[in-house]
């Protein structure tokens, strides 16, 4: 079952799934399908399922009816399926939960990001004349911590705390640090002293953090306001704050947000905005400096907290040009929308090691539990009881890919019009005729338009696949899919790169 690696991952059609992690009892269930001859039936559910490593199982019928009279045409049944059960995609946006599933999500976010950066997809490409931020806010600091530090202009390189090298906390530990740490060090983020770590404080700034940027959004408006001389309510009529953001964690277990910001006019994306970038940047900056909350306590034995973004803020122009890997340049909507969209895929997870996790990710989830039970012991009404809940979050409880509403096409759009897609290439199948190009667009972005109806009754059966040895095959191919698709992306991204080459030399001719 050991996999051949050759060259770069996913390069061909005939590169072999790598299972060289498959356990026992999953090599023994690929056999199996193998020898009952099922094979074929599980290659094809996993195929319509984008090999999702744990669809939803249901088993029911559907019939589809003329509303005028009354006839059939179609039926549907489970047990039509290769496997005698219909299997759906589970959608779980999380990558180290369904890599198959997080990918679909991910091009969506890139795709609805995008579109709000120089429009498509119903949105007009005059939206990319409105002023666009990206905007990084942070949380404050709780304590000294370790991590890679910059040195002579470079990214990492620099010892982590030197200049504190000599100074010792109250508890007798040095607040300075002399090692140089890399990129995926676990003592990164933990904190130099656990002992003066405001643990407590951590959480409840994590719990607060999704009403902190409501109230921010909130500022930013009132604050174009201001500068124009309108109230709030009036402001709707000169223009519009529009907004994508995600929320990334940090080594040390907090969330920060990064955020695009754009201004249109009354009429919506690209209608002609009041202010220019640099104008909203200022506004922006100074709701965000500007941004405070009261945090209530968690019982008694607590005290109220203030509760504000941390000192580093960045908000930069998004400009259009030439790629480019220079944090200082100017940015790209490619590059904008693609690293939103990486970000939305992930979770707490994704700065957890595959083995133990770090003690101080363990103490903000024990933390977490704690302040959670403490706060339904004093009052079952407290804002904090659900914490516990989502202790594995280390106490975010937000959405980690929002937008506004008139920021861009929504998911939902997005969805029905894959949907569509796989409807309108079965019926040019059935019928033998290719889909028309000139009116795809169109027949995928158009509202819903049934002229039948559709009754049936479906029932949950379970979530996943019902042996080690599918989920192990289902992942493994969503593996090679994601490689394959970046190798393709890399061979035309080189292309590109020598075209623009072939293109300058020609001009400088």
Not at 7 to 13: A, D, N
Not at 135 to 152: D, E, Q, Y
Not at 186 to 212: K, V
Not at 376 to 399: C, N, Q, T, V
Request: proline letters at 7%.
């Amino acid at each position: 079952m050991t996999a051949l690696r050759s060259g770069f991952p996913g390069f061909g059609e005939d590169v072999p799934l790598d299972l060289s992690t498959v356990t026992a009892g999953a090599e023994q269930a690929i056999i199996a399908r193998l020898v009952d001859h099922t094979f074929d039936a599980f290659a094809e559910t996993a195929a319509a399922v984008g090999n999702c490593s744990h669809p939803v199982r249901l088993v029911g019928h559907t019939d589809t009816i003329d509303p005028q009279t009354g006839e059939i045409l179609s039926s549907f049944s489970s047990a039509d399926t290769p496997l005698g059960v219909l299997y759906r995609p589970c959608g779980n946006r999380r990558a180290d939960v369904c890599p198959a599933c997080s990918r679909v999500y991910a091009r969506d976010t890139f795709a609805m990001i995008k579109a709000g950066l120089s429009g498509g997809k119903t949105i007009p490409a005059t939206v990319a004349e409105n002023p666009l931020l990206f905007v990084t806010l942070t949380a404050p600091s709780f304590g000294p911590v370790h991590g890679p530090r910059a040195k002579n202009g470079q990214k990492a390189g620099g010892r982590c705390r030197p200049r504190d090298r000599t100074r010792l906390c109250p508890h007798g530990r040095p607040v300075g640090c002399m090692t140089v740490h890399g990129k995926h060090d676990p003592h990164n983020g933990a904190p130099l002293c656990p002992d003066c770590y405001q643990w407590e404080s951590a959480i409840i700034w994590q719990w607060w953090a999704p009403e902190l940027w409501r109230r921010t959004t909130t500022a930013i408006r009132r604050s174009i306001g201001v500068r124009l001389g309108l109230a709030e309510h009036q402001l709707r009529q000169i223009c519009r704050v529009e907004f994508a953001k995600v929320a990334e964690y940090q080594d040390r277990g907090q969330v920060h947000f990064h955020a695009l910001i754009r201004l249109d006019g009354p009429d919506g994306p690209g209608s002609p905005a009041p202010l220019d970038g640099q104008q909203l940047a200022e506004s922006v900056r100074g709701a965000a400096v500007g941004m405070i909350m009261e945090a209530p306590a968690v019982d008694d034995r607590d005290q109220m907290r203030i509760i504000t973004w941390g000192r580093q803020l960045d908000v930069r122009m998004v400009r259009d040009g030439n790629r480019t890997d220079d944090p200082d340049g100017p940015l790209t909507p490619e590059q904008v929308a693609g690293y939103l969209a990486k970000y939305a895929t992930k979770d707490a997870n994704s700065i957890r090691p595959t083995t133990r996790p770090p003690a101080h990710l363990a103490r903000l989830e024990t933390t977490a539990r704690d302040l959670g039970r403490r706060a339904a012991r004093a009052d079952l009404a407290s804002p904090y009881r659900l914490l516990g809940k989502w202790a594995h979050m280390l106490g975010f409880r937000g959405h980690f890919s929002t937008k506004s509403r008139r920021y861009s096409i929504t998911f939902g759009r997005l969805r029905r019009a894959r949907h569509r897609y796989q409807q309108l290439v079965a019926h040019a199948a059935r019928g033998g005729e290719p889909v028309d190009p000139g009116r795809l667009a169109d027949q995928l972005l158009a509202d819903d338009t049934e002229t039948t109806l559709i009754t049936g009754s479906w029932h949950y059966q379970g979530t996943g696949w019902t042996n080690p040895g599918d989920e192990a095959l289902a992942t493994a191919a969503a593996a090679r899919a994601r490689e394959y698709a970046v190798w393709k992306a890399s061979k035309f991204n080189k292309l590109q790169d020598q075209q623009s080459m072939i293109k300058f030399g020609e001009a400088k001719e």
